[in-house]
């Protein structure tokens, strides 16, 4: 077992929920109550990470980190380190790789809130602050539940742009995913079996619990 | 509606002023004032723009132009670019399906329109509010614990407890039953004379906006009909679509034979049968209007009397336990029914069987004209 691998697959999984979902949640917020021309457009490019392929998505994103990048230039020049294969290039491919898994599930959560409650919020004197923490958070609380843990288990099993973007540095980009393939190549399969056991575990019992949450706040709302 | 100048100066400083319009969607077109107090009982067809007219009020949908004042105040002025917020405008909303917010109980929803207020006072409030709406006991219940009816009780306390100058009801009472319904036109009627409260309702049921509304405003397609006190709109529809709405009955069309204005008469071809009728200063030759008589202004008249505007029928339906009597009549020269109301001594003298043949008058000083379309607002 290879718990520097897992220890990092938690982290960067843990790191990419805390960073992504704020930013998604505002954007999932703003396009569920605005129709404007070209939403499909940028709908559209939001979702792009579930169909590309994934090796297709880390060569774009070692295009954008590499050396001749300008972003990567930016961050050497800021950090003294590169940002393609370090554990900060990984964050960012997997915060962008995660989008459409937190931003989509937000969206229909905000979009289900009828709309006679959200103009009643209005009528009540509440401010648009107040009218998100009092009516809109509580209501869309399963799909931001939703978001948390399909953006924290697809960062755990995600692999092919791990892969591309990262490598497999042990304790800088060898995640648990990586760490499986790395011992299937090595024919250790006892290895890759017990980590692969972990993996589906962890991945299991995080969406039951996140479907258990569900069900008892859909209970208490009646 | 036309005011006297004196009463549309004493609107701008107190009541509501509107003159919005907007082509759609949703069409929108309504011009009225409303004194401070008064209520407005705003009735129609569905899909007539009733709703969409209470969430311009409200502040939750702007209208393309035109403007909204209340006690002098602009609320919305498009040509100033003023639209003030739902919560600047001390509005009290009661929605259609409600609106509760359902994660909360009863009480919450009440606390959460007051949110200026600190917690103990916003607590006794909705404490208060939900005991004179008959929810004790039930402050604790989310809305889906509640019945229709309890949660309308609910979103009417939630719209009180502002004390909002307006309240603006959609259809409120459609779900609860009658002894809650009217502890709650008791309450509307109380706040309104307590706290000179304007409201604005929006109704089907014309009995309630007979009732509740001094004011009557008939609306369809988005667009304001008629307005203006109850009495005079329910005797003198401007159009013979708002007598339809307003369910006028004996509403027939007619086409005008001739008309001499000067000695107010007018010939009336309704049917194969023509009908002499008073002129209205409007009445031109060759055109189409409607016209209609209160039933209770039909006659029976003796058989083979030829006096006056004299009709065949035969009568289909009697309640004869009614006073007075509700008589349904064929008109034998014509395929429109006739309502006859008679007090029941004289049906039960001069009356006929159902099937029976019987002779009309119909007083043509008791006929009302109604033009066929309605005049710009």
Redesign the interface.
């Known amino acids: 077992m290879d718990w520097t691998a897992l220890g990092l697959s938690g982290r960067l999984a843990i790191t990419t929920v805390l960073i992504l979902l704020p930013g998604a949640l505002l954007l999932a917020r703003w396009l569920a109550h605005t129709r404007f021309r070209g939403k499909a457009w940028i709908e559209g490019l939001l979702a792009l990470p579930l169909v590309l392929p994934p090796t297709v998505l880390g060569y774009y994103l070692l295009l954008g980190m590499g050396n001749a990048s300008a972003l990567g230039q930016a961050f050497s020049w800021l950090t003294g380190t590169p940002l393609a294969f370090s554990f900060s290039g990984l964050l960012l491919a997997s915060v962008l790789v995660n989008i459409p898994f937190a931003v989509q599930p937000m969206q229909r959560a905000f979009e289900g809130i009828?709309q006679?409650?959200l103009?009643?919020?209005?009528?009540?004197?509440?401010?648009p602050l107040?009218s998100l923490l009092?009516?809109e958070l509580?209501?869309a609380w399963p799909g931001i539940l939703g978001a948390a843990v399909m953006t924290f288990a697809h960062t755990l099993g995600e692999f092919g742009v791990v892969l591309m973007v990262g490598g497999s540095i042990p304790g800088e980009t060898r995640t648990v995913a990586i760490a499986i393939y790395d011992r299937v190549q090595a024919f250790d399969t006892a290895a890759a079996g017990r980590m692969s056991a972990l993996l589906l575990a962890i991945c299991l019992l995080t969406i039951v619990v996140s479907y258990v949450l569900t069900a008892h706040m859909g209970r208490?709302?009646? | 509606m036309s005011l006297p100048p004196t009463w549309a100066a004493a609107v701008a400083e107190q009541g509501l002023q509107v003159r919005i319009e907007q082509a759609g969607p949703p069409g929108l077109q309504a011009r009225f004032d409303c004194a401070r107090g008064e209520v407005l009982a705003v009735i129609g067809p569905s899909g007539g723009g009733k709703t969409s007219l209470l969430?311009a009020l409200?502040?939750?949908l702007t209208p393309a132009s035109g403007c909204i004042r209340f006690d002098g105040q602009p609320w919305l002025d498009t040509a100033a670019g003023i639209n003030l917020?739902?919560?600047d405008r001390s509005?009290?909303?009661v929605?259609?399906?409600?609106?509760?917010?359902?994660?909360l109980s009863a009480e919450h929803n009440v606390m959460?329109?007051?949110?200026?207020r600190a917690l103990p006072e916003r607590r006794a409030r909705a404490q208060e509010l939900l005991a004179r709406l008959r929810l004790e006991g039930l402050a604790k219940r989310?809305?889906?614990?509640l019945s229709g009816g309890q949660q309308q009780r609910v979103a009417v306390a939630?719209?009180l407890a502002?004390n909002p100058r307006l309240l603006l009801l959609d259809e409120p009472f459609s779900a609860v039953d009658r002894a809650t319904r009217r502890e709650l036109y008791r309450e509307i009627q109380e706040l309104q004379r307590a706290q000179e409260t304007t409201v604005v309702l929006v109704t089907h049921d014309l009995r309630e906006a007979r009732m509740l509304g001094s004011l009557l405003a008939v609306m369809d397609q988005g667009r304001i009909l008629q307005v203006g006190a109850r009495t005079e709109v329910s005797a003198h529809p401007s159009s013979v679509r708002v007598a339809e709405i307003l369910d006028t009955p004996n509403l027939f069309s007619a086409r005008v034979l001739a008309c001499d204005l000067a000695a107010g008469s007018a010939l009336l071809q309704w049917e194969s049968l023509r009908i002499e009728a008073r002129a209205a200063p409007w009445v031109r030759p060759d055109m189409t209007l409607g016209w209609t008589i209160p039933p209770g202004r039909l006659r029976l008249a003796a058989a083979g009397s030829n006096a006056g505007n004299t009709i065949d029928c035969v009568v289909e339906d009697v309640r004869p336990e009614s006073d007075p009597v509700d008589v349904r009549l064929r008109c034998a020269a014509a395929s429109d029914w006739l309502r006859l109301q008679t007090p029941a001594p004289v049906w039960h003298q001069e009356g006929k069987p159902p099937g029976a043949s019987v002779r009309i008058e119909i007083p043509q000083d008791d006929i009302r004209l109604i033009a066929d379309t309605a005049p710009e607002p």
Do not use: I, N
């Open positions: 009828a006679d409650v103009e009643a919020s209005a009528c009540c004197g509440m401010t107040q009092r009516v509580p209501l208490r709302r009646g | 969430r409200a502040g939750v917020k739902p919560r509005v009290g909303w929605a259609q399906h409600y609106g509760l917010f359902p994660h959460c329109a007051m949110l200026h989310r809305p889906a614990e939630r719209a502002r």
